[in-house]
T-cell receptor, first 109, second 117 residues
Framework: DAKTTQPPSMDCAEGRAANLPCNHS???????VYWYRQIHSQGPQYIIH???NNETNEMASLIITEDRKSSTLILPHATLRDTAVYYC??????????FGTGTRLLVSP | NAGVTQTPKFQVLKTGQSMTLQCAQD?????MYWYRQDPGMGLRLIYY???????DKGEVPNGYNVSRLNKREFSLRLESAAPSQTSVYFC????????????????FGPGTRLTVL
C-alpha cells in the first residue's frame, strides 16, 4: 500500500521554479518526509528531508503543510540538469526506503 | 572518497549461470542495501544489512543471496540466473543503525546493468 501520491509527470521552463507536490495523508507523527531524485541511468540521489518544519539546503526547499498531509519540493531555479524522476518517501526509525514511481520532471529550454 | 562503488558495470549471463555483484563503500557506514530497478519502475529492495554480520530480506529476495563480508563490502549473488532477473542493480549505504532512530540518508552506487538471456 502506497504511502505517498505524486503526479506522474511535470514540465518546467529552465530558470523557473519547479514545484513538485506529494500527498501523504496517512503520515504518522514520527515519520519523516524524504525526497530523492534519479537522473537517467544513475543511482538515486538524496535531496532533502524534514519532519514538520520547512527545510532548505543548497539543492532545494521542502515545504510541509501544517497538518503534514502533504508537502512540496521546490527547485528555485530549475536547470536542464534537474530533469529527473523525483521520489517522495515517508518513513521513520529503521524503515526501508520504498520507492514508488515518482514524478518525472522535464526541464525545457 | 569514492563513496559507493559497484562491479561490474555491465554483465550478460545465460539462464542458469551464477554470478556475484560486488559493492563497497568507504564512508564507514553501518547499513548497506541492494535494490533492483526494472524498466519504467521504481526501486525495489532485495536485501539489506543493518550492521556488519546481519542481513535481512527486503521486498523481493527470491533468487538472491547476500553476504556482508565486512563493514565495507556487501555482495549479491545470483545462484541460477533467470531472464526475470534482468534489471539494473543498485547498492546503497547509510549511517543508519537500527537502534538509533530516524533512518539516515542513503548513498547509492552507479548501478550494475544485468541481462539474462
Amino acid at each position: 500500500d502506497a504511502k505517498t501520491t505524486q503526479p506522474p509527470s511535470m514540465d518546467c521552463a529552465e530558470g523557473r521554479a519547479a514545484n513538485l507536490p506529494c500527498n501523504h495523508s496517512t503520515i504518522s507523527g514520527n515519520e519523516y518526509v524524504y525526497w530523492y531524485r534519479q537522473i537517467h541511468s544513475q543511482g538515486p540521489q538524496y535531496i532533502i528531508h524534514g519532519l514538520k518544519n520547512n527545510e532548505t539546503n543548497e539543492m532545494a526547499s521542502l515545504i510541509i503543510t501544517e497538518d503534514r498531509k502533504s508537502s512540496t519540493l521546490i527547485l528555485p531555479h530549475a536547470t536542464l540538469r534537474d530533469t529527473a524522476v523525483y521520489y517522495c518517501i515517508v518513513l521513520s526509525g529503521f524503515q526501508k526506503l520504498v520507492f514508488g514511481t515518482g514524478t518525472r520532471l522535464l526541464v525545457s529550454p | 572518497n569514492a563513496g559507493v562503488t559497484q562491479t561490474p558495470k555491465f554483465q550478460v549471463l545465460k539462464t542458469g549461470q551464477s554470478m556475484t555483484l560486488q559493492c563497497a563503500q568507504d564512508m564507514n557506514h553501518n547499513s548497506m542495501y541492494w535494490y533492483r530497478q526494472d524498466p519504467g519502475m521504481g526501486l525495489r529492495l532485495i536485501y539489506y544489512s543493518a550492521s556488519e554480520g546481519t542481513t535481512d530480506k527486503g521486498e523481493v529476495p527470491n533468487g538472491y543471496n547476500v553476504s556482508r563480508l565486512n563493514k565495507r563490502e556487501f555482495s549479491l549473488r545470483l545462484e541460477s540466473a533467470a531472464p526475470s532477473q534482468t534489471s539494473v542493480y543498485f547498492c546503497a549505504s547509510s549511517e543508519a543503525n537500527y537502534r538509533q532512530g530516524p533512518t539516515d540518508t542513503q548513498y547509492f552506487g552507479p548501478g550494475t546493468r544485468l541481462t539474462v538471456l
